[in-house]
């Protein structure tokens, strides 16, 4: 059922990831992207500054895990808790 002024849904409503799981699912993906950036970026900026470093790296990390990863994630996320939830109504005693 839809709100007043609000269009109906084309899609099934599903139950978003609570935001310990978004912020796992995030730490999931920006943690290795950081570590293989900076072993990545080691050789070619022995010389830069911290900041000018972080600043690179932040540049190609960020885009990175809000287009592709943590998107792939929560959908890998959501696949699974729906599964598993099908399971459990298909198996009520377990």
Same mark, same amino acid.
């Given at each position: ?20 799981? %978004? !912020?796992?699912?995030?730490? =999931?993906?920006?943690? +290795? #992207? ?6 990545? /970026?080691?050789?070619? *900026?022995?010389g830069?500054?911290?900041?000018? %470093? !972080?600043?690179?790296?932040? =540049?190609?990390?960020? +885009? #990175? ?6 998107? /792939?994630?929560?959908? *890998? ?18």
């Amino acid at each position: 059922m839809t709100q007043p002024g609000q269009a109906p849904s084309l899609w099934p409503s599903r139950t978003r990831a609570s935001i310990h799981v %978004r !912020a796992a699912l995030t730490w =999931l993906a920006i943690f +290795p #992207l950081v570590a293989i950036g900076l072993t990545a /970026m080691a050789p070619f *900026t022995a010389g830069w500054g911290p900041v000018l %470093r !972080a600043f690179v790296l932040t =540049l190609i990390v960020v +885009p #990175l895990a809000v287009y592709l990863v943590v998107p /792939m994630l929560m959908s *890998t996320y959501g696949r699974i808790s729906g599964a598993l939830s099908k399971r459990r109504l298909s198996n009520p005693c377990q």
